[in-house]
């Protein structure tokens, strides 16, 4: 009995350590981040409303980066956490928004003048590693390219229905006319009555007088 107690007591001990662990595991932000069954951002495939509402969109640099860089996001959770308040003290007017718009200016270095170096707008959010931010930077157009931020929203592509009107009626299949037989003349041989017989008046030929005709 004493066996089967401890064994009781084991498998119990057992049981609690793999629950707090499985509790750990499931409130980790990190660990629900990296769950498989999290859909990819860039999967889905935006129609023209929401297209029109990305431009609209503001984010804190944070949000952008989990957002369309989220692998990286998970790997740096330092400079996430001081992002945000770097580009607050850069420039407090936009208090701490950037715009979908202005993320993408910023990160394909766009300026009027071509004489003035561009901005190193990841150095300013402490992002030092430059394959970082050019990993960062071709999410971004990734982005950019799939919600058309720089260039015209095209329409929705439209449905065809079905209707009576759009389905083709076939014409009756038009039977080539059968061959109508030659008509022949049928010429009849013409009996003249010996008085009204001519003479015929080619040299080589005698006359030649018919009998008369008699009725039956």
């Known amino acids: 009995r004493f066996h089967k107690d401890a064994r009781i007591n084991a498998a119990n ?29 860039f999967a889905h495939e935006p129609n023209k409303a929401e297209r029109i509402e990305m431009r609209k969109t503001s984010k804190r640099p944070s ?3 989990r957002l369309l860089c ?5 790997d740096n959770p ?3 956490t001081t992002c945000d308040t770097k580009f607050l003290s850069y420039k407090p007017y936009l208090k701490g928004q950037l715009s979908s718009l202005l993320l993408c200016r910023l990160a394909f270095g ?3 003048d071509s004489a003035k170096k561009p901005i190193d707008f990841w150095n300013i959010l402490g992002i030092d590693d430059e394959f970082d931010k050019s990993y960062i930077e071709a999410q971004i157009e990734k982005f ?19 209707t009576a009107s ?7 299949l038009q039977l080539a006319a059968a061959p109508q037989p030659t008509a ?16 015929l008046a080619h040299p080589n030929l005698h006359p030649v007088t018919l009998a008369p005709f008699h009725h039956i």
């Open 13 to 41: 001990k057992t049981s609690e350590i793999a629950e707090q662990t499985s509790s750990i595991v499931m409130n980790d932000p990190q660990t629900e981040l990296r769950n498989p069954s999290d859909v990819d951002f």
């Open 63 to 65: 949000e952008w980066l």
């Open 70 to 74: 989220r692998d990286w996001a998970i």
């Open 78 to 80: 330092d400079i996430l």
């Open 110 to 112: 766009e300026t009027k």
């Open 144 to 162: 950019s390219t799939i919600y058309c931020l720089r260039g015209p929203i095209p329409d929705d592509p439209k449905t065809t229905t079905v």
């Open 166 to 172: 759009t389905i083709p009626i076939e014409k009756p």
């Open 184 to 199: 022949t003349l049928a010429i009849q041989p013409t009996i003249v009555d010996a008085t009204l017989a001519p003479t």
